[in-house]
């Protein structure tokens, strides 16, 4: 959806409504995303590129009956001009037409999810939203070079306007600001290494001065290496390592796979784990369209239905109005991610899937609180490269990065080996004793797919380091 020069001046809301006119189908959807951003990366204590992007994606959802039941043909392109429109549809048509019945067929929603003005033009960002980052940066690469340490990173803005409208007469727009910084910390031989992010709307919240001093901090706890064997450690997860967790855990957490016995949300002998205590820790999991500062579209966005992130959306849902939906409360389970059509054959408590994820304890304290209160243990920065094992008890491996210290008697006394380790995200939340305040915070691992978190440490007997891995 980047660096694409536009062939004619259409609004999109006009690319909507033309498309539906033109769409022969029994049933039409039509999305018409707007995208522009800003990004600047440095390397080496000095700034490398800087850039700006504009992008247009539209996606054609068309819905056909037959006489054994509807089928759905979906097909999305970058950069449609109004000339563009009727291959489009009709590739969608065509689409439709030559794939089998599906079984999550529902009516498509007209009217009735809030949205914002519908014929108002995208909202775009500027280089000016960086203005203040660049300056603070600036001062970060003074205090890095007096420091002895170098910096890499990039920030990035972006600002996405979707709008959406059903042939049943939804007309819906959202504007989503959504901004990442990523800054890297090396010493000068490169042999020690400390990584922080920042999750941000407009840069007005991001000090970049401090996240160097905090790198800064970590880089001197790593001036004395201990090497550990791997094995099962006390550990202080920070909040971007329990949403590194847990957000995979959420794309998982389909209500259908539970009911069918297919997830470790699936009961032993059949049924689902509704109605039980996950974890001793009296945490509420939820997810809310209009949650402050993590707030996203409130109806639904699909451009496919089932695959790997969100496995149970469906197209036909487009345009259902989403509301809060409680996951988890005071550890227990309530309720799983479900299409319209999944909830209605399963029967379960279920909801649709807003595009964020809040993990609360009810808790204050810090994360260098949850440190302070470790006799021997370890502080992960941050997990990467994880992936699924096994689906039936979600156990999942990947490696740690950037930082692996050591906490004896409530102080970091150094850093550690990498390792990789073997966990499942619903066992390690079933075992934590301690969580921290919830903030807001970024994935490492799935920030491009999932921005929207806010999540705890969480402090985790016995976490499993299942082998030792080389590297910083």
């Excluded at 794309?251 to 997830?263: C, H, I, P």
């Excluded at 974890?279 to 809310?288: E, G, H, I, K, W």
């Excluded at 080996?417 to 807001?440: H, I, K, Y």
């Amino acid at each position: 959806m980047t660096g694409v020069t536009r062939k004619a001046t259409v609004r999109p809301h006009e690319l909507v409504e033309r498309a539906l006119e033109l769409s022969g189908a029994d049933e039409t959807a039509v999305i018409v995303e707007e995208n522009s951003s800003v990004n600047l990366r440095w390397a080496g204590n000095a700034l490398t590129t800087n850039g700006t992007t504009r992008g247009r994606q539209v996606t054609v959802v068309a819905s056909v009956d037959g006489a054994t039941g509807t089928a759905a043909g979906v097909v999305s392109r970058s950069g449609v001009a109004p000339g563009e429109l009727a291959e489009l549809v009709a590739a969608a048509e065509r689409a439709a037409r030559a794939a089998g019945p599906v079984e999550d067929a529902q009516p498509l929603v007209g009217p009735g999810a809030s949205g914002g003005e519908f014929e108002a033009p995208p909202q775009t960002t500027s280089p000016s939203v960086l203005d203040r980052f660049a300056e603070g940066l600036g001062e970060a690469f003074r205090a890095a070079r007096d420091g002895g340490r170098e910096l890499f990173g990039f920030a990035s803005h972006t600002v996405a306007s979707t709008y959406l409208g059903t042939s049943a007469g939804a007309r819906l727009r959202y504007d989503r600001p959504e901004g990442t910084a990523e800054l890297n910390a090396k010493s000068p031989d490169r042999l020690r290494s400390a990584w922080a992010n920042r999750a941000t709307d407009d840069f007005r919240d991001v000090d970049v001065l401090a996240m160097d001093g905090e790198l800064a901090r970590r880089l001197a706890w790593a001036q004395r290496s201990v090497a550990l064997p791997a094995g099962r450690y006390e550990t202080v997860l920070p909040p971007v390592a329990v949403a590194d967790l847990l957000i995979y855990l959420h794309w998982m957490a389909d209500v259908r796979d539970a009911a069918e016995g297919r997830t470790v949300f699936s009961a032993p002998g059949g049924g689902t784990r509704i109605g039980e205590r996950l974890t001793r820790l009296p945490v509420r999991l939820y997810s809310d369209p209009a949650e402050p500062g993590l707030e996203v579209e409130p109806f639904v966005v699909a451009h496919s239905t089932g695959g790997a992130v969100g496995s149970g959306q469906s197209v036909f849902d487009n345009g259902a109005p989403l509301e809060r939906a409680e996951w988890i409360s005071d550890g227990t389970l309530r309720a799983l991610p479900g299409s319209r059509y999944a909830a209605g054959v399963t029967g379960v408590p279920s909801a649709l899937r807003p595009d964020n994820l809040i993990l609360d304890a009810g808790s204050s304290a810090t994360t260098e609180e949850l440190i302070a209160g470790t006799e021997r243990g370890l502080l992960l920065t941050c997990l990467w490269y994880i992936r699924e094992v096994d689906p039936q008890n979600l156990l999942m491996t990947g490696l740690t990065r950037d930082g692996v210290y050591l906490v004896e008697n409530g102080e970091i006394t150094g850093a550690v080996n990498n390792f990789r380790f073997n966990e499942s995200p619903l066992a390690v939340l079933g075992r934590a004793t301690e969580a921290g305040r919830t903030e807001r915070c970024l994935s490492r691992e799935w920030g491009d797919w999932f921005g929207r978190s806010s999540m705890p440490a969480l402090r985790v007997p016995e976490f499993h380091m299942s082998s030792v891995s080389p590297g910083v």
